[in-house]
Each structure stands twice: as structure tokens, then as C-alpha cells.
């Protein structure tokens, strides 16, 4: 038996091999050394206590081997090795032999026990007691040489005896921390049990060496610390999967299903049916003037030194002052040289109609107004948006889409802007991502060429042809044209002139944009038409001195203001100390932002404030408008024969079902909102409902304002679609009748018609958000959060 290199008896292992196998676990159990390189070492610690595993290469059993009380003579290796590794010793390859290994393998093949893991767990640990060897004719090709085929030689009948007591008093001797449950080593939780005691000798002998290659844990130690990668795989794999695909569309599906039951008691309208309200006439016997541009003319050929504009540096200082005469010159010579100048191949650049972009900043508004006029002249379609910031800016990209299927190719700016423009590295204005190709033409003074005396524009502004494209973001965050007609145009600067009183060499203060909404309708076009004087102030000027609107109204003895509700609100933070500031000229405080629920606190606290500076209470003009319906509403002075401003306490639980309750303004869930006034003259108002067939609304029911006028847009640029559906709404009656004999423009505001004919806005469609059956807006989230701001008053219905 010394002879092939078994010992008679086996020893138990010696310290010094138990805490270097501990430490190997250590180093597996961190991480810190693969699988594969603990097989190696611990082969090599274990090599001499292991001597019947052959493939071993015998030098690491001469670098391993420790003296022992039970190690035998340095002949057995040597005769070892002397030895072929392939060959096998003929007399023990009896048939007897054979056939009992052949049929112990036989038997755990037909058990169907699970496959080996290549990675095994570092958590739990199997006795070789409970662990059912696995199928060898399987095993993995690359599991290094202890695991290959072939590898095992089969122990002869006469060793058996020596054998498993020597695995036996290995185990016995080992660490107790190194027994775990088998059962938590194989799926299911069932412990395998042990080999049978009828199988022959030598097919127990060559299990059990089998099971101890693939155990291992055998006398060692367990440390149970796992590193943190380690143990963060663990968590990952314990989280449970996505579902698949189709259960998102089956839990859907199954949601649909679920009708929801409307609430007995929920409130439900009961009024009458409403009516279309009719605005009043356009007053007759006025004299007008036929078209926009013609009035232009006659004031800057015979008031050439009326002053038209004033533009305002961030300092509140007056830098320019462009008169009538200015302007009319001005946009003569632009639209000479659009006409004339600009050429492709002999050919005109541009035709009538063709679409022109106009980029200037906030603070440039008399080039604007130049540029602005100036096409209306050449008969080119402008087409006002901001300044682009960055070459990808995301509200840039839909703007660029607009310009595109505007068939924009050309852009009119000033020096100074272009200058600030992002550059390409020839020099040239960089390509904006999503825009078309641009060609840019500064409009300064110097780069315009002077038209002869004979020569005269051709415009015709008074048809149906468009006149400017205004640009509107969706709360999607798409952007859409809103095409305004010439005719339009006309009747909307006649309509505010009428509602607003307006005269000539007025003075208006113009806190707004003066590229789109109310400052252009305001601030650019009406003002024209009455030769007033705009004084505009730029929101950079706001931001340094909120009261710079307020110190200018009473400088110029303005007469009317345009502003936010924002602006109201700045001015009331920073007016501590100022009290030399008077707002007694003020006949008209126009408030384009009325409609906002929010509106209503500000107002009320601005007049508190500044009444006692001569601000009168009738003066506040809240309005409403849309840039599809342009002006909707607009209170009026009870000079202009504007009934008595009215407040309306809402119900939020009827609201938020669409139903209007008057309630009482000591509860905290009530609304109170503010009329924007009287509809337009010459328009016709009626409320639909906001799903399906616009039916008209009852009187208690809250719905879409819907606007029938010649003031209003005409068409969303390139988009029949939603063109058809937003521009020409048939209101219907609950028997079906269409209401009026042409069709009305949906505004996307909600809201009601009140007593005395006023209308109360609530809300607005793009905020809408549904929960079930109930309805909320955005706007009242919005009020809700400037509610918490620690301010000097508080919002009211928050």
C-alpha cells in the first residue's frame, strides 16, 4: 500500500494547512481570487492528504508535503513518478471491478440530479456526507484539471477499508463552522441523500472521492463576511423582473374594463340652456381708415414729428424716440429692399406672400417696429419669434420646425443681435439645429438702400390675405402658427379702439412683449392706428426696478398701461419708500392676464396700496384673450359704459365637477375669481361643452368660450386638421341646430357667462388635468404655490 503512495492511516490536518485553506476562503469569499485559482492553491495545500487524485503533477506534491507522525518513506513518490500518469495498473482491472463502477454510475444517472454549478455559493456549504456526486459524463471541459474526465483512478478493492476511515477522521477532525445544510445547496430545499450501502466497494470508494473533489468546504473554516460587490449582484438578482411586454398592455386593458360609477351625489348643472351672447355694434359713423398702412402713411407724411415710439435702456433711460415720420421712411426703404435689392440669378428673392422670420431681442422695439411695418409694405408675411440662445436650444428646435413649414428662408435682425448670435467657424451665423437654412439681412440704417421718389409699395391690406404669423406653444411643447388676415388685423385694432377708448397722441405704457399677444395687438398696431405714444419698457429694466413702469406712467402723464398681473405684484415688493409717484392720469390699468385665477389677489392688493397715490378702483381693466381669438374680453370704465366690476365665490367641489356654486367667501375650498369684462364689439360669444359635439353649455355649467368675429385668427399655418376643428366650431343646441349662421373660433379658455353679460374665466384648456370624473387646472396649482411665498397679503380662495 506505501508502495502506490496511500498511507495506511490517514492524519488529520496540521494547523499551519488549516489556516492557510481558511485563508484561501477568505480571499474567494471577498473576492479577491477567482474560482479557478482557489482550485490551484488548495490543490496544492491538500496534494500530499489527497494522494489517490492522479492528473496532480508530483513536483506540487513534493513543494507541498509537510512531515507528518503518519508519512511514509520518500520511496513512494519517486516510484510515483515513475509511473506513467495514463497507465493503469492491470491488476486491478478486474471485470468484477468494472461492471460495479459502470452500475454505481448507471444508478445516479437515472437519479437525475442537478448539474454541478461552475460558480459555487460562498454563502452555504454542503457536507461531504450530503452531497450526491455529480454526473461526470457532463461536467464542464474547463472546470480545471481536478474536474476533467479520466482523471480519477479507480481504487482497488483491497484499499477500500483504508480509505474511508481516513475521510472519515479527516471530517470528524475538521472545523464545526464548515458543516451547513445541504438543503439550501440544491434547488428545492430537499437534502440529497448519501450513496447507497449495497453498492460495491469500489463504486463507494470512487463516489466518495468524486463528492470530495467537488466539495469545497471539506475541514475548512467558513468566514461568512461577503464583499459588497458580492452581496449588491445579490440584491440586484433578488429584485423582481420587469414584466414582460403584453402584461403592461393586459393590466391596461383589464383597467378599461373597470367602468367607474359616477357619484350620486356629485353635482350635477340644472340651469336653462344658454344663448349666444352678442357684443356690441362697431360703432357707425366713425370716420376709419381703410387699412392699416394707410394710416400709416397719413401720419408720417403729416405728423412726421409726432412721437410713435420711445425705447427705454436696462436703466430706465430714454435712448430713442422714433417718430412717425421716422417710421414710415424707415419701413420704406426695408421694403424697397426686399423688393428690389435682394436677387437670385437676375430673380427676385422674394414674391407676395413669401414668409419672413424677424429675430430681435426684448429690448430692440423700435427696429422691430421697422422690420414689422416694413414687410407689410413689401406685401411678405413676417413672422416674429425669440432670439435663439444656443445652436440646440429645445424651445429653438420647434421653433425651427414652424420656420420650416412656414418655408422660411430668410431673417431679418439688427447688427448688434447678429453680433451676438452663435457662430460657425467661417464667421457666419451657425446652422440652428431643426431650423431650415436661413439667410440673414442686418436692417440697420447703413445696409438699407433709399427708394427713388416715384416709387410707391403696392400693398394691398385690406383682404383676406395673411398678414403676420403669431407663434404659440402647446403644453406638449409644440409649436403652431397662428395666421392673422389683413382683414383680421383691421377689425381687431378697431375693436380695442373702441373698447379701450382710445384717441389720438395718447400715451400708453407697454410692460409686454411687443412681439406677440397684447403688447403687438396694443403696443404696435392699435397704437398706429390712433397715432399714440408707446413708451415700452424692457423686462430686463423690470427685473433691475419693478417700479420703473409706475415711475414712467407718472413721468409721461400715461394715460393707459399695459401689464401683467406679475408686474402688479413686483412693484408691491419694491414700492417701500417711493412716495413721490402718482398714478392719477391713469384712465385705463389693463391687465392681459386677468383671466389667471390668480390675477384677482394682485389687483386687489395693488389698489390697496396705490389708491391713496390716485389710483382710482375703475381703472384696473382685467381682459382675457387667446392667440387663436386674439381679444376675447375686456372690462371697460364706467365712463366707456362698462357695468360695475363683479367678484364671483366658487365652489371648488362644483368646479372641479364643472358645475358653478355660488358659496361663501369664509370657507377655505372656494374660488374667487374676477370678471374680465364685456365680450368685444362686434363679437359673438357663446359657451360649448368641452367633450365631443359642442353642444351649448346650461347657465350653471361651466364650458369653453367660443368667439365668432372678423377680428379673430383664420388658421393654424399648414395644419387643416386641427385648423378645421379649433377655427371652425359649429355650436350646436340640444336638439342639434347649429346656433349662428357662421362658425365661431374655440379659445381654449373655460369659464362662464355671469350676470350683466360678464364673462368669468376659471381656467384654460391646456391646463386642464382629468382625475376621474373630475376636473383640476394647472392654474390653480400655480396660484397655490405663490400662495406659501411670504408676502404682504395674502391670495385669496388658496
Not at 508502495?3 to 477568505?26: F, I, M, N, T, Y
Not at 402658427?481 to 385694432?493: F, N, R
Not at 390699468?589 to 386687489?604: F, H, K, Q
Request: hydrophobic share 35%; aromatic share 6%.
Amino acid at each position: 500500500m506505501a508502495d502506490r503512495g496511500c498511507p495506511l492511516e490517514a492524519a488529520p490536518l496540521p494547523a499551519e494547512v488549516r489556516e492557510s485553506l481558511a485563508e484561501l476562503e477568505l480571499e474567494l469569499s471577498e473576492g479577491d481570487i477567482t474560482q479557478k485559482g482557489y482550485e490551484k492553491k488548495r490543490a496544492k495545500l491538500l496534494a500530499r492528504y489527497i494522494p489517490l487524485i492522479q492528473g496532480i503533477d508530483p513536483s506540487l506534491q513534493a513543494e507541498n508535503r509537510i512531515p507528518g507522525p503518519s508519512q511514509t518513506t520518500a520511496a513512494a513518490p519517486k516510484q510515483q513518478k515513475s509511473r506513467p500518469t495514463a497507465s493503469r495498473d492491470e491488476r486491478f482491472r478486474s471485470d468484477v471491478h468494472t461492471e460495479a463502477v459502470q452500475a454505481a454510475l448507471a444508478k445516479y444517472k437515472e437519479r437525475k440530479m442537478p448539474m454541478p454549478s461552475k460558480r459555487r455559493s460562498v454563502l452555504v456549504h454542503s457536507s461531504v456526507e450530503t452531497y450526491t456526486p455529480p454526473d461526470t459524463s457532463s461536467a464542464s471541459e474547463d472546470e480545471g484539471s481536478l474536474r476533467r474526465p479520466g482523471r480519477l483512478t479507480s481504487t482497488p478493492l483491497q484499499s477500500h477499508s483504508s480509505v474511508e476511515p481516513w475521510l472519515d477522521r479527516v471530517i470528524q477532525g475538521s472545523s464545526t463552522s464548515s458543516s451547513a445544510s445541504s438543503t439550501s445547496s440544491h434547488p428545492g430545499g430537499r437534502p440529497t441523500t448519501a450513496p447507497s450501502a449495497a453498492a460495491t466497494p469500489g463504486a463507494a470508494a470512487t463516489t466518495a472521492l468524486a463528492g470530495l473533489e467537488a466539495h469545497t468546504h471539506i475541514g475548512v473554516p467558513v468566514n461568512s463576511r461577503v464583499s459588497s460587490k458580492i452581496q449588491q449582484l445579490l440584491n440586484t438578482l433578488k429584485r423582481p423582473k420587469r414584466p414582460p411586454l403584453k402584461e403592461f398592455f393586459v393590466d391596461d386593458f383589464e383597467e378599461l374594463l373597470e367602468v367607474q360609477q359616477p357619484d350620486p351625489n356629485q353635482p350635477k348643472p340644472e340651469g336653462s340652456e344658454t344663448s349666444v351672447l352678442r357684443g356690441e355694434p362697431l360703432t357707425a359713423g366713425v370716420p376709419r381708415p381703410p387699412s392699416l398702412l394707410a394710416t400709416l402713411q397719413r401720419w408720417g407724411t403729416t405728423q412726421p414729428k409726432s412721437p410713435c415710439l420711445t425705447a427705454l435702456d436696462t436703466t430706465g433711460k430714454a435712448i430713442y424716440t422714433l417718430t412717425y415720420g421716422k417710421l414710415w421712411s424707415r419701413s420704406l426703404k426695408l421694403a424697397y429692399t426686399l423688393l428690389n435689392k435682394l436677387t437670385s440669378k437676375n430673380e427676385p428673392l422674394l414674391k407676395p406672400g413669401d414668409r419672413v422670420a424677424l429675430v430681435f431681442p426684448n429690448s430692440d422695439p423700435v427696429m422691430f417696429m421697422v422690420a414689422f411695418y416694413g414687410c407689410l409694405l413689401a406685401e411678405l408675411v413676417p413672422v416674429p419669434i425669440e432670439v435663439p440662445l444656443t445652436r440646440k436650444d429645445a424651445g429653438s428646435q420647434q421653433v425651427g420646425f414652424l420656420l420650416g413649414s412656414c418655408g422660411v428662408f430668410l431673417a431679418l435682425t439688427t447688427d448688434a443681435c447678429q453680433k451676438g448670435l452663435p457662430k460657425a467657424q467661417t464667421g457666419e451665423v451657425a446652422a440652428f439645429k431643426g431650423w431650415p437654412p436661413l439667410s440673414w439681412l442686418v436692417i440697420d440704417g447703413k445696409h438699407l438702400a433709399k427708394p427713388p421718389k416715384d416709387w410707391h409699395p403696392l400693398a394691398q391690406d385690406t383682404g383676406t390675405g395673411t398678414a403676420y404669423i403669431e407663434y404659440k406653444t402647446s403644453k406638449e411643447g409644440s409649436t403652431v402658427g397662428v395666421t392673422v388676415s389683413h382683414a383680421s388685423l383691421l377689425a381687431q385694432c378697431r375693436a380695442l379702439t373702441q373698447a379701450c377708448g382710445y384717441s389720438e397722441a395718447e400715451t400708453l405704457t407697454n410692460v409686454l412683449d411687443f412681439k406677440r399677444d397684447a403688447g403687438l395687438w396694443h403696443g404696435v398696431l392699435t397704437s398706429v392706428m390712433n397715432r399714440m405714444h408707446v413708451v415700452s419698457v424692457p423686462y430686463a429694466l423690470m427685473k433691475a426696478n419693478p417700479l420703473s413702469w409706475i415711475q414712467k406712467v407718472c413721468f409721461y402723464k400715461a394715460r393707459a398701461a399695459l401689464v401683467k398681473s406679475r408686474d402688479m405684484h413686483w412693484s408691491l415688493l419694491a414700492q417701500r419708500g417711493q412716495r413721490d409717484v402718482s398714478l392719477s392720469s391713469l384712465r385705463m390699468l389693463i391687465v392681459a392676464d386677468g383671466a389667471n385665477p390668480w390675477s384677482i389677489s394682485s389687483c386687489d392688493a395693488f389698489l390697496n396700496v396705490f389708491q391713496s397715490r390716485g389710483l382710482r378702483p375703475e381703472v384696473i381693466c382685467p381682459c382675457a384673450s387667446s392667440p387663436e381669438a386674439l381679444t376675447v374680453a375686456i372690462r371697460r370704465p364706467p365712463d366707456l359704459g362698462g357695468p360695475p366690476p363683479r367678484k364671483a365665490v366658487l365652489s371648488m367641489n362644483g368646479l372641479s365637477y364643472g358645475v358653478i356654486r355660488v358659496d361663501t367667501e369664509e370657507k377655505l375650498s372656494v374660488l374667487t375669481v374676477q370678471d374680465v369684462g364685456q365680450v368685444m364689439p362686434g363679437a359673438n360669444v357663446c359657451v360649448v361643452k368641452l367633450e365631443g359635439t359642442p353642444y351649448l353649455c346650461k347657465t350653471d355649467e361651466v364650458g369653453e368660450i367660443c368667439v365668432s368675429s372678423s377680428a379673430t385668427g383664420t388658421a393654424y399655418y399648414g395644419l387643416l386638421g386641427i385648423t378645421k376643428n379649433v377655427f371652425e366650431a359649429v355650436p350646436v343646441t340640444t336638439g342639434g341646430a347649429p346656433i349662428f349662421d357662421r362658425p365661431f373660433t374655440r379659445t381654449g379658455l373655460l369659464g362662464f357667462i355671469g350676470p350683466d353679460n360678464l364673462v368669468f374665466i376659471v381656467g384654460k384648456l391646456d391646463g386642464l388635468m382629468v382625475t376621474g370624473v373630475r376636473r383640476h387646472n394647472a392654474d390653480d396649482v400655480v396660484a397655490t404655490a405663490l400662495a406659501v411665498e411670504p408676502m404682504k397679503f395674502v391670495y385669496r380662495g388658496r
